[in-house]
């Protein structure tokens, strides 16, 4: 079964700065779906970016990125210019095919400090 | 677009009582919907996956009979959770995707469910 592992429960930045999600997976899956979802004390989820595995290069949405290292089964979120609404859990999530179940890691708090 | 909605946002209920949760796609038509649970500070767990028309499909270890989910239309999925018991305590969250060749599921806002 596939996992997906986060290894920092929290994180914390400071407004401006900018911050590194981490987040690992096992699949022998060669194409899948790989997502960063936010979740604020709402608890609303809001999707922040999404990577196809057959697409090399990395996702990118305004100030959100995301490393993705096939080979490595890395998917690291990158959040530029942190800003204080970006304060939230942080879920990172993958999909073996399209439309079907999403499997979340434990996922990461980030604090943002003003 | 694409907003999925969850009714109620809140409940309370007995021990031994049983409650519906509402699923529902506003503004497209859902295919697949997804029931998830969430206990504070931990993840999502999947809880079964639902098809319109079709018996919903149970992960290991959740009880198809304490949590009936029915998916009658093509917008609307209803989770039961019959003769609650504290333990049944929880964030209930669902999701939504259009069909098969969409990745992004869509998800409603919870509801949090609490046992007396």
Redesign the interface.
């Known amino acids: 079964a596939q996992t997906v592992t986060q290894s920092q429960p929290e994180m914390s930045v400071q407004e401006a700065e900018t911050v590194t999600l981490s987040c690992t997976y096992d699949t022998s899956e060669s194409d899948y ?1 790989l997502f960063w ?1 936010k979740q604020p004390p ?6 922040v970016i ?1 990577q ?1 595995a057959y697409k090399q290069q990395n996702a990118t949405e305004n100030r959100f990125s995301v490393n993705f290292q096939k080979a490595a089964k890395s998917f690291s979120l990158k959040i530029s210019d942190s800003q204080l609404g970006d304060a939230a859990m942080y ?1 990172c999530a993958y ?1 073996e ?11 990461t ?1 980030l604090t943002v400090n003003p | 677009g694409a907003v999925v909605s969850q009714h109620p946002s809140w409940v309370i209920c007995k021990s031994g009582t049983s409650v519906k949760i509402e699923c529902r796609s506003l503004d497209f038509q859902a ?2 919907m ?1 029931w998830y649970r ?1 206990f504070p ?6 809880m079964a ?1 639902s098809n319109e028309g079709s018996k919903a499909t149970y992960e290991q270890g959740v009880e198809k009979d304490k949590f009936l989910i029915n998916h009658a239309s093509l917008t609307l999925s209803t989770l039961t959770v019959t003769s609650a018991h504290p333990e049944d305590s929880s ?1 209930y ?1 669902c ?1 939504a ?9 869509y ?1 409603g ?2 509801t949090r469910l609490t046992v007396l």
């Open positions: 779906y979802y709402s608890r609303q989820m809001i999707l999404r196809e879920f999909q095919t399209s439309g079907s179940r999403l499997t979340f890691g434990e996922g708090q | 295919t697949t997804f969430q500070k931990q993840s999502l767990m999947l996956t964030f969250i999701s995707t259009l069909d098969s060749f969409t990745d992004t599921q998800f806002p919870g």
